[in-house]
């Protein structure tokens, strides 16, 4: 069975940083395209970042410049550098990708951004 499995989620204080991981039970060499979505509480889950085999990335606007995304194929891993993090960062976050026409989720990691 495929995995997705997030790690790295944790309570931080504002303006301060984490490192998500989604890790993969396959070889991740032929995923185009690997997603970061997250959840915040009382809102519908969004995309915040794509990260391609050609090594381009897209963000969406909120996290611009904040947070960058990177994968290591040699390991089956996706990453999200979270930099300067603020209130409205807290969320469960997802990753997500398309193998052989089957949508992959993992169960989530929790950010909560707090003092």
């Known amino acids: 069975q495929v995995q997705l499995v997030e790690s790295g989620g944790a309570l931080v204080q504002p303006g301060g940083s984490l490192r998500l991981s989604c890790a993969a039970s396959?070889?991740?060499?032929?995923?185009?395209?690997m997603a970061w979505h997250r959840q915040a509480p009382g809102k519908r889950r969004e995309w915040i970042a794509v990260i391609r085999n050609d090594g381009t990335t897209d963000y969406i606007d909120s996290v611009k410049g904040r947070f960058t995304g990177s994968r290591d194929n040699a390991k089956n891993t996706m990453y999200l550098q979270m930099d300067s993090l603020g209130p409205d960062d807290t969320a469960v976050y997802y990753c997500?990708?398309?193998?052989?026409?089957?949508?992959?989720w993992g169960q989530g990691t929790q950010v909560t951004v707090s003092s």
């Open positions: 396959v070889s991740i060499a032929g995923i185009y395209a």
């Open positions: 997500n990708a398309v193998l052989s026409g089957v949508v992959l």
